[in-house]
């Protein structure tokens, strides 16, 4: 991952330095460790301790064939595996999956029925990610054909989005305490939260959340989701195959992304921050719209 994947408009003003009495308790270690630095600030220079996100590489196995490395927090490992197959178009409903996680060598082996033609598609079609230095995906982003149309009668209104994002930037705790992390959650349509993830990336952070609600027997289909970060084609790719219905953050599309969500019938929220919000596809789901969802 770059930094520019980690600090990519998120939720919190970009830029800003972490103050330590902003910090709140220390993660366990698998989130993040504390190291010694030199601070320059107003003309002084001190030593000090600060705590600094966590990074591991993994290599990820399907059937005992080598996919892909995986780059992320060595936290919450099941769900982000079984998050990135959903979310790759790899495994499918009932979404069954044996996983053997080997940390001291870096090693996930998953193993079930999987989408032989995904698999095939990601070897053939990998793709450097807009947002990470080492992400790749083998999602075709202009044709994520195995994707059902997002169907649904799932709406919510403006406000409850604006409610859910004043949520989530009070759980961006590790950003507050390392300005190195994005954050994903799920929410019902009435804004109740349901599940948050957070990771160094936002492509990670968004297969995380998808895989605690598979783990946890919740339809993402029946979820909105949030994440910080750019609405980049891949991350767009990924709620599609998600089959969840809206996607929402406070930064910005690409247009590649717009153009998928509207072919996926993908409702699309970007800039919503405080009252205000651009929708970009299927407004019909954003209470207020009055055109009909073309099938």
Avoid at 97 to 104: M, N, P, Q, R, T
Wanted: glycine share 10%.
């Amino acid at each position: 991952m770059t930094p520019d994947d980690a600090s990519a408009a998120p939720i919190l003003d970009p830029g800003r330095v972490p103050e330590p009495e902003e910090a709140t308790a220390p993660p366990d270690g698998s989130m993040a460790r504390p190291m010694m630095i030199t601070r320059l600030a107003s003309g002084r220079r001190e030593q000090c301790e600060d705590w600094i996100v966590r990074e591991e590489r993994l290599d990820l196995y399907i059937n005992g064939k080598r996919l892909v490395a995986l780059v992320c927090l060595p936290s919450d490992l099941e769900a982000f595996v079984i998050g990135f197959l959903v979310n790759e178009g790899i495994l499918e409903p009932p979404y069954q999956a044996g996983l053997s996680i080997d940390l001291a060598i870096g090693r996930i082996d998953a193993e079930g029925a999987f989408v032989g033609g995904a698999i095939r598609d990601f070897y053939a079609k990998k793709t450097l990610t807009s947002g990470c230095g080492s992400g790749v995906t083998g999602l075709d982003l202009d044709q994520p054909t195995r994707c059902l149309k997002v169907n649904t009668d799932l709406v919510i209104r403006p406000e409850t989005i604006s409610s859910f994002m004043r949520v989530l930037k009070t759980e961006a705790s590790l950003y507050k305490l390392t300005g190195g992390a994005h954050i994903a959650a799920l929410a019902d349509a009435e804004g109740r939260p349901l599940l948050t993830a957070q990771d160094i990336g936002r492509h990670t952070a968004v297969d995380k959340v998808v895989g605690k609600a598979v783990l946890s027997g919740i339809d993402p289909g029946r979820c909105v989701l949030f994440c910080s970060g750019r609405l980049s084609s891949e991350i767009t790719a990924k709620a599609i195959h998600a089959r969840t219905p809206v996607l929402v953050s406070r930064a910005a599309p690409t247009d590649l992304s717009v153009r998928l969500a509207r072919r996926y019938l993908l409702s699309l929220v970007g800039f919503a921050r405080g009252d205000r919000m651009n929708v970009y596809s299927v407004p019909e789901r954003i209470l207020g719209g009055d055109s009909q969802i073309a099938v």
